[in-house]
């Protein structure tokens, strides 16, 4: 059965460890003007969050309404590449005294969807709807490429089954909609809330 939530994907070992440092010390110095870490006593913080959800309209997002006033999306292969560059990338931004709010997956808790720095109004993220592209995919480590390649194949597999998945809610909530249309206009509330606040005056 594919595994959704494939941890190996989102290891930092995936990617060239050097040419990931000299990139995001770039953009600490370029975006946030700080190259230096801070004292210990200076990092930070890390919200978690939600801001996009499957449904029967499919995906939901509004990742696209976050004020901002500079955005960054970086071209990954998976999901799980994406995450494991960004998770890289949030600690660094902590470290150097920056706050984030950390995007998450809406079908895999685990993994990271944006970054959200909301002192300075950037968004991190691998959605390309957002804004121009910045290609990362070269600072992946060269003997990942099979896996790389894997990636993508399982990647296509797991679009293929959220569309699935979301034709079935459809169906499903058009059968809910028929038979509530059926049962509401007999549905009596104030009965209920009578019964209701007998039994509570029996107790």
Not at 72 to 96: I, R, W
Not at 162 to 170: P, R, S, T, V, W
Request: charged letters at 25%; aromatic letters at 10%; hydrophobic letters at 35%.
């Amino acid at each position: 059965m594919y595994d959704i939530e494939n941890k190996e994907y989102t290891k930092f070992e995936n990617w060239n460890k050097s040419e990931v440092k000299k990139f995001v010390q770039g953009l600490l110095e370029e975006v946030f003007d700080f190259p230096k870490k801070r004292s210990e006593a200076a990092w930070g913080s890390v919200r978690n969050c939600f801001l996009e959800a499957y449904t029967h309209r499919g995906l939901i997002s509004y990742s696209d309404q976050l004020p901002r006033e500079n955005c960054m999306v970086f071209d990954c292969p998976t999901d799980g590449h994406l995450s494991g560059f960004l998770e890289y990338l949030k600690n660094q931004l902590v470290e150097a005294g920056i706050d984030v709010i950390a995007l998450h997956h809406p079908l895999c808790a685990g993994y990271l969807s944006h970054l959200y720095c909301p002192e300075q109004g950037l968004l991190l993220t691998g959605d390309q709807s957002l804004g121009s592209v910045t290609e990362v995919g070269d600072l992946l480590n060269h003997n990942h490429y099979r896996q790389y390649h894997k990636g993508l194949h399982e990647h296509a597999i797991c679009q293929k089954l959220i569309e699935g998945a979301i034709h079935q809610l459809k169906h499903a909530k058009m059968m809910h909609d028929e038979l509530e249309a059926v049962y509401i206009e007999h549905m009596d509330f104030n009965k209920w809330e009578e019964k209701f606040r007998e039994t509570l005056a029996s107790i």
